[in-house]
């Protein structure tokens, strides 16, 4: 009972943990569509159109998983668009890095700094992780 | 008109025949090109009704790549038509691709080698060096496949100023007058996190 | 089936403020293969650009936006040093020449092969941004 009790809790600060990164980051590239499009460019992967309507939409997209993640509404849905998420920049990082093209992550906003693969590879695998483990968390009855 | 220039061309002319349709004398008071690699001549300035002419056009290539589209401006004295405007597209063949055509270090940052990809778009060209404009940068011609793909590697002397550098790769074609093509190499000042809006 | 059903709710929900951003935001994207830019666009950043000026040397040292480099396809090596030292990412670039000309468009295209950005053209060229500085 108090192990389950302990778990609830975790999961609760995970949730609003998460919420408050993918907040965050929703609302540093919403702040600047333009930069955040030219940083999707410099993946190139995707045309440029692509690339345009992704910097309107994704921004957005995390805001939104955000607040849910927060309101603990839909939470299973919100964590699985931000897992999926995390894994197709996953996929695209390893794409860039495998072709050596020199990207700007973007994705907190700040375009400016260049990418260190690993560094970002990392980062977002422990993210991933996290997303992950709240899912389970929240897909059991109970929580 | 569209212009397609070989490899080998430095230049293209393109000849715009036209002849005065009207029942008075025209005169072509000048002619201005949208930028100084397109030069346009003249016979003469005066046609009198039914006179045939042409304007010359002639577009230096020198280092551009890909399509160009030129705007030629004709200034007339006929009050119907003051200006006539000319349009000529280019498409330069591309000789090279280089990639990326430019590297370049944060100052501090450690000097190490960058890569510049070199491929050959055509057959009999090859590039025979990579020469540093400044002694700031060093670089090294290396082949992966001859006559094909090359690498350039690109190393800075030192990270700890400001510089700039032109990388020219020479080629050997067309034997005569070798053409050449640049990448571009800096040390710049770090990026600040804190100029985002 | 559940969970399907919320992330589709969801990504539902996303589209509507993104559809706003996209009509209204100041600095929404320039339209897609143009890379073009409204002066008003310019002036609601607030912040620091670096322009460049494309046009013919003597368009350019007869009158410029102040502060504007020179850098056309007839002195590339000449103009491009400037340029590459004070392009560091942080500073979006705006190159624009007159209304009639693309040499913008294609100084824009060789900067951004080159991988410098943001990059974008001035709709409307020289011509529109001595309007908006009477």
Known sequence: METRSSMKSFCSVLRWVLAAIFLYAGAMKAWDPARFALDIASYQLLPERVAVALALYLPWLEIVCGVFLLCKRCTSGALGILMILTLLFLAALSSAWFRGVDVHCGCFGFSNAKASYAWMTGRDLVLFSALLFCFKCYSKKGL | MELHPSMSDTNVVAQYAFHNGGTYPVAIDSVKTSCGCTTATLDKKNYAPGEKGEISVNFDIGQRVGEQQKEIMVFTNDPREMMVLLRMKILIPEVLRIAPPFV?????????????????????????????????????????????????????????????????????????????????????????????? | ?????????????????????????????????????????????????????????????REHVPGALSLNEDAWDAGISEVVLRANGSVPLIVYCGADCNASAQVAHRLRQMGLQPVYVLKGGWETWKRDHP
């Open chain 2, 104 to 197: 370049s270090w944060e100052k501090g940052e450690a000097a190490q080698a960058k890569s510049i990809r070199v491929e050959v778009m055509s057959t009999n060209v090859h590039v025979v060096a990579a020469l540093s404009g400044a002694d700031a940068f060093k670089s090294e011609l290396r082949e992966i496949t001859a006559g094909h793909e090359y690498q350039v590697l690109v190393t800075p002397v030192t990270t700890t100023n400001q510089m700039v550098g032109t990388i020219r790769l020479q080629t050997d074609f067309p034997s005569d007058r070798p053409r050449s093509f640049n990448a571009y190499a800096a040390v710049r000042e770090k990026a600040s996190l804190l100029s985002a809006p």
């Open chain 3, 1 to 61: 089936m559940k969970v399907l059903k919320q992330m589709l709710a969801i990504a539902l929900v996303a589209i509507l403020p993104a559809l706003v951003s996209a009509r209204w935001h100041p600095r929404r994207p320039a339209p897609p293969g143009e890379g073009e830019i409204e002066i008003s666009v310019v002036r609601a950043w607030k912040k620091p650009v670096l322009w460049i000026d494309a046009r013919p040397a003597p368009d350019y040292a």
